[in-house]
């Protein structure tokens, strides 16, 4: 017969198949636990033992056979029950306990894996808040490093106006500065293009200054006295103010910008007939075995454009149409950018791939033999007998020095400015436009003076 529950072995009826699971020993299903197992009879009387007890010994013919045990009591029928009882009793102990431990396992496990999350957490945390703090060093470096550069322009803007103002304070003042020079050696009178003349033509060597009154015939903007304004690092300039090495340095691009933007602007213009006479009359004398200087102080190039390389010509502020290394890495003057150039880009030295600077004198520096023959053109005019200040204020730097110094020898000091500045000294003063008197007095000494 089939055991009701597994269905596989062949069970005794009585022991096994009509209980609900399988406990027999030999049982594919249960693996043999079990054993024991009390039916309870359906009356006392009637018990009959639950107890079987066979071997493989008594296995034969497909069937197992069963040793009968004695009858037992109603008391040890009660006593196994209550064994029973406490069996199954500790198996529910020991599931719950077991479901208690494994419950007890999940909740560590989660626990555990919790504190793993927490610790990835406060690690993270921990990363983040070094990262922070290293942001926070970064941006105070950051913040340090604005603040430096702000108390750099500040230094910057500070020394730029006490540059400006040193240079135009100086400026201001008249000769009167000079307080070694006074009406003891002799005051200025006016003269006439015959005096002027007559003053030239008896003298072999003759010194010319010029300024921007020259080229201003020509339309020319000047620096001085101009109300335009060039916007560099959020502040507006006057061009003179542009014009400083100091801007040079720390805005390049907007500087060099300027200087292109007053290029094309002087590029613009032609020479008139004041640079033409001017030229004229040093050519002329030179050529006729006599000595004549043309120094200017203007940058626009005009009279070097008729005069070439002639020697005679000083352009004591530079050529604005010129560049230089800024490094100073040689002494090569290269021509500035086309003038179509936008200057996207600052100008390059050619030689060593360095900031390249105009090749003019700038605010902020001083006179160079290298790069202005400066003290050649010094030297000329001390050694000429005849100077002659032609559309310049001369209040400072090169021409104040010059004037000085004549006044001082008593040489003949000739001036051409419709607004005279000259008070004392050998000092002839014409208070007329140089575009008039100029053309005039050259032609007459060319007619007058011959080899
Ligand atoms: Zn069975
Ligand atoms: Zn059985
Ligand atoms: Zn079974
Ligand atoms: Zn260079």
Sequence with gaps: ?????????????????????????????????????????????????????????????????HKKEP????????????????????????????????????ERARHNEIIASSKAAVEKNKQLLESTAETIDRLRNVI???????????????????????????????????????????????????????????????????????????????????????EIGGKKLSLQEVMNINILESNPLEFWQNIQYNRVRFAS????????????????????????????????GLDRKILGKNPNLYEIHGNTHEMR????????????????????????????????????LLYGEGYTEEWYRAETASEVVKSADVLIIIGTQSKCGFPAQRIREFIKSRKHIIEINVEPVIEFGNTYVLPRSCGEVVPQFVKAIKSKVKK
């Excluded at 640079?275 to 006599?290: E, K, P, T, V």
């Excluded at 090569?332 to 390059?348: G, K, Q, S």
């Design 1 to 65: 017969m089939n055991c009701q529950s597994c269905e596989k072995l062949i069970c005794c009826p009585e022991h096994c198949c009509d209980w609900d699971n399988c406990r027999c020993k030999d049982c594919e299903s249960c693996g043999g636990i079990g054993g024991e197992r009390v039916k309870i009879p359906s009356s006392s009387t009637s018990a009959r033992s639950t107890n079987t007890n066979f071997t493989d010994d008594l296995f034969s013919g497909g069937l197992r056979t």
């Design 71 to 106: 009858e037992r009591s109603i008391k040890d029928i009660i006593q196994e029950q209550a064994k029973e009882r406490l069996r199954k009793q500790q198996i529910e102990d020991n599931l719950r306990q077991a479901e208690i431990e494994s419950k007890n396992q999940i």
């Design 144 to 230: 340090n490093g604005v603040k430096e550069t702000e108390k750099k322009f500040k230094d910057f803007q500070d020394e730029f106006d006490r540059i400006i103002n040193t240079g135009l304070l100086s400026c201001l003042g008249s000769f009167e500065e000079f307080t070694d020079i006074d009406k003891s050696y002799g005051i200025a009178r006016k003269t006439t293009i015959e005096e002027i003349v007559s003053i030239i033509s008896s003298h072999n060597s003759i010194a010319i200054i010029t300024g921007a009154g020259v080229s201003a015939e020509s339309g020319v903007f000047t620096y001085k006295n101009n109300s335009e304004t060039w």
């Design 269 to 300: 213009c032609n020479a008139n007939k004041v640079h033409y006479a001017l030229s004229d009359f040093i050519q002329y004398y030179n050529n006729i075995g006599r000595k004549a200087s043309l120094i200017t102080q203007n940058i626009d």
């Design 325 to 360: 290394c800024k490094l100073n890495c040689c002494e090569i003057i290269f021509p500035c950018p086309p003038l179509n150039d936008m200057i996207a880009t600052v100008p390059m030295c050619p030689k060593c791939g360095g900031l390249a600077r105009p090749n003019v």
